[in-house]
């Protein structure tokens, strides 16, 4: 297993990153255990999750994941492992979380953060990531910006005070983003370093053969800021492995059980292109996902990839795949065919 640095914090966080947003929904207690010790044996010590976990989002879970990790982690050696963890915002209107107050103002980042540390059996958190902007931005599948839509928001100097309090009182080391863009990461680090306030270390964005907007403009920012991408979805809510061709919805899976789930998939060319990229990994005797996977640890721009898993056997595939090297015939061919379906899913 590598390990990359990210951003300009002392974390040094493996490339693969264990997603956690199924426990306490699609896997037990027990489940979730067992993927987490497997996980740490082969050399991850990087654990994502949120307050809002697991997914679908429900009052009645809300909270559970972070429940199922501390149980966990209460019982290993806390130093060796970076816990990263999220406050809900706005953009997503949780009327069951905080009585729906969650805007990302001071009251609520000490209470989120306040509420995590508890569930998650620890005294600090390595990285504490906004996991929707406070502000208007468009959402999964949306791509364009519509002033129309913008809201009262907290100013990111507030929220960056706010975040320096939990800094400096030891319950958070280091701070991140999630879902943002081009002008939002700037921004957070315009102002950190006019008001002398932390500047966040990373970004964590979908990223996947279906959809590689960070390529353009968000690239040219982390290059520029020295902000990592953290990358999720990077099998496309399962579509790059290649079980949903022809429209199959097979038994279990997350489209067949959340129907409305992945709707940011359902686009002309999704099938396409992941028809052609599955092609491709039959051509080089790769399996898709392990394919699809290997292409974004690949991009100089992503400090860790965010596998998740419903299965031991599905982690273990997906684990697996940080042997395996694209050659630059493979990732020709995976440009001609971005070329021909450009992010049908961003």
Same mark, same amino acid.
């Given at each position: ?90 953009? %997503? ?12 103002? %001071? ?11 508890? %569930? ?52 958070? %080391? ?173």
């Amino acid at each position: 297993m590598k390990y990359n640095q990210l951003g300009e914090s002392d974390l040094r966080v493996s490339e693969i990153c264990l997603g956690t947003m199924t426990y306490g929904h699609q896997n037990t207690i027990a489940q979730a255990h067992q993927q987490l010790d497997y996980a740490i044996a082969q050399g991850i010590n990087f654990i994502d999750t949120a307050e809002m976990y697991p997914v679908p989002p429900r009052g009645e879970t809300q909270g559970r994941t972070e429940a199922y990790i501390g149980e966990w982690l209460k019982k290993q050696q806390r130093d060796k492992l970076i816990i990263a963890t999220k406050i809900a915002g706005p953009g %997503r209107p949780f009327k069951w979380l905080r009585g729906g107050h969650i805007k990302i103002d %001071r009251d609520n980042i000490k209470q989120a953060v306040d509420d995590s540390l508890k %569930r998650l059996q620890t005294d600090y958190i390595d990285l504490y990531q906004i996991h929707w902007p406070d502000r208007y931005v468009p959402t999964f599948g949306q791509t364009e910006y519509n002033p129309q839509f913008e809201r009262e928001t907290v100013s990111i100097a507030e929220q960056l005070e706010a975040f320096a309090d939990v800094i400096k009182a030891g319950k958070i %080391r280091y701070l991140g983003l999630s879902n943002e863009t081009p002008w939002g990461v700037s921004e957070f680090i315009r102002i950190a370093q006019q008001l002398g306030l932390p500047k966040v270390v990373s970004i964590q964005n979908a990223y996947n053969l279906l959809n590689r907007v960070f390529d353009s403009a968000l690239a040219e920012v982390s290059r520029y800021t020295n902000i990592g991408l953290l990358a999720y979805s990077p099998l496309g809510f399962g579509f790059l492995t290649g079980k949903y061709i022809g429209d199959q919805k097979p038994e279990n899976t997350r489209i067949a059980l959340f129907p409305g789930f992945g709707q940011r998939y359902f686009k002309p060319n999704v099938n396409e292109a992941v028809a052609a990229y599955v092609e491709i990994a039959k051509k080089y005797n790769l399996k898709p996902a392990q394919l699809a996977l290997a292409f974004v640890r690949s991009r100089w721009f992503v400090s860790s990839t965010i596998i998740g898993a419903t299965s031991l056997e599905q982690l273990q595939e997906n684990i697996a795949s940080v042997n395996i090297v694209l050659e630059q015939d493979i990732l020709a061919e995976i440009d001609t065919v971005h070329t021909r379906y450009p992010n049908p899913a961003p």
